[in-house]
């Protein structure tokens, strides 16, 4: 039987989306957009300002002002404020504890629980015509917002952090490794130069059948040394060049599934690490690489790259997961058009998975261990 899930991820969200309550699952839209978490608390703190004031002042209610309580108006007065202190004692209980309550997939239900209190707390107050204003409501529904938003938005910038920390030490690991490059060349150049100035004064001693291997030599070290300053340079290349790195397409059938791809980009001047490095422990089968090209400026290409196929992200809340279900042919067929003339393989050996599948599968064809022998307690004479 052909594992539905993998095959067809997006009719079973389109099913089970279509069978569930929306609101259930955290579809709120936000109503500030400031832009740091400080800017959150001062407008937080405004809002319950304003609610103080209104309560202060009297308006966060409506009450009668003509009410007599055996012929005294003066008691009329004091049970209309004692059962106006009582309605706002009830419904802000309602409104802290939806405060205290609200999380990433509960907001509207929040909303609604507040709004729902209002208009209980209110009918309540009917018959004696008391009640609390709209604005007040409207005030309470602004906190729960705002107390929501401060909390994604403090989410949002730990992540940051996290990312902008996870860079430098990218960054950091990347020049370290550039610079031993840089040092290993520089110490391969000097050493090829010494070894080919010896060999070059064998070959003008040499005679007979010793010319011939000497010169050989002399040829080899000459490539070697060349091949020594082509590495200095590059490494030098890549330390003066900051934006200079690897773009890579990588994949994890045994993790993911097929057609699943992580675009991403590294400085290091050895790539293939950082694609092991993301295999390690994260995710239980190694990644296989699709592309792998170094250009001069990584972070623009990446950037284009996930522009162009952000529909196809897999996750298009924490835009950091560089993770999109594309086509490889589409993808090449891009890079071809914005002058990158890169192939990409489609082969992805999974090595460890496809090994495991096949264990799985000759364990299963093992017959059926035989069963356990079972002896009488006890013998019938």
Known sequence: MRPVGRKCPGFLVATAWSRCDKSTYGLYNPHYDFDTPEAYKRELEAVRDRKKQMVRNGHATHAPMNWTVGGSKRDGERIAKQLTKLMLRAFNGECD???ANVAWNNAPRMEQRIEKAF????????????????????????????EH???EKKREAAEEQRRI??????????LREIQKAQDDADEEEIRFARALERARAEAERASG???????ARVAELEHLLAEAHAKGERAKSMAEQTRSGFVYVISNVGSFGDGLYKIGMTRRLEPLERVKELGDASVPFEFDVHGMFYTDDAP????LLHKEFHARRANLVNLRKEFFRVDLGELQHFLLGKGYAIELTR????REYRRTLAIHESAAALPPPPAATVFPTEISL
Request: aromatic share 2%; charged share 35%; no cysteine.
């Open 97 to 99: 504890a939806a405060v």
């Open 119 to 146: 208009e209980v707390v209110n009918a309540l107050g009917t018959v004696v015509q008391v009640s609390i204003e709209r604005q007040y409501l409207n005030l309470a529904l602004a906190e729960l917002r705002l």
């Open 149 to 151: 938003e401060l909390e």
């Open 165 to 174: 920390r996870e860079q430098m030490r990218e960054e950091e690991r990347a």
């Open 209 to 215: 059948d010793k010319v011939a291997s000497a010169r």
């Open 300 to 303: 623009k290409l990446e950037n």
């Open 347 to 350: 082969l992805a050996e999974a």
